[in-house]
């Protein structure tokens, strides 16, 4: 089932980075949906989400199933500053305990999960730096 993101009064944002391509306010899984809500209403940071299922991504990549998100600001920054790093960080952490997860990359978390089961990718860094990319097991 899929369906929208809740904005959450404002905390969330749906705003594409180039402002020439399509809203990324589409339906996504609702699984994904439900845990970026849950991360955001415990963390109390604001996000702006540039992509979901839109976009180009890698060929085999979860945006195409409605299950992965990416995010360029936290906290009305951009997630590469390095004065948002501290935020950045708690932020990864949150996602990535979270139990539907599947993945988490960005400047301080890589991690692929099936199940219980937990692959660390610092390879993946390199291309995560100034978003998070957050993905759902369903
Ligand atoms: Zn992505």
Redesign the pocket.
């Known amino acids: 089932m899929r369906r929208h993101i809740n904005t959450l009064n404002g905390l969330i944002t749906l705003i594409n980075d180039d402002p020439l391509a399509p809203s990324p306010d589409l339906p996504v899984s609702s699984v994904l949906a439900q845990m970026i809500e849950t991360v955001v209403k415990t963390t109390n940071l604001s996000i702006n989400i540039n ?1 979901t299922t839109g976009g180009v ?1 890698s060929p085999r ?1 979860f ?1 195409y199933h409605g299950q ?3 995010i360029n600001r936290l906290d009305g920054k951009r997630i590469d500053d390095v004065s948002n790093g501290a935020n950045v960080q708690v932020f990864q952490q949150a996602v990535a305990a979270h139990i539907d997860v599947a993945e988490c990359f960005g400047p301080f978390i890589n991690i692929r999960k099936r199940g219980a089961q937990v692959e660390q990718r610092p390879d993946l860094r390199i291309r995560h730096v100034n978003h998070l ?1 957050i993905s759902s097991q369903t």
Do not use: E, G, Q
């Open positions: 992509s991504h990549s945006h992965a998100l990416d990319h």
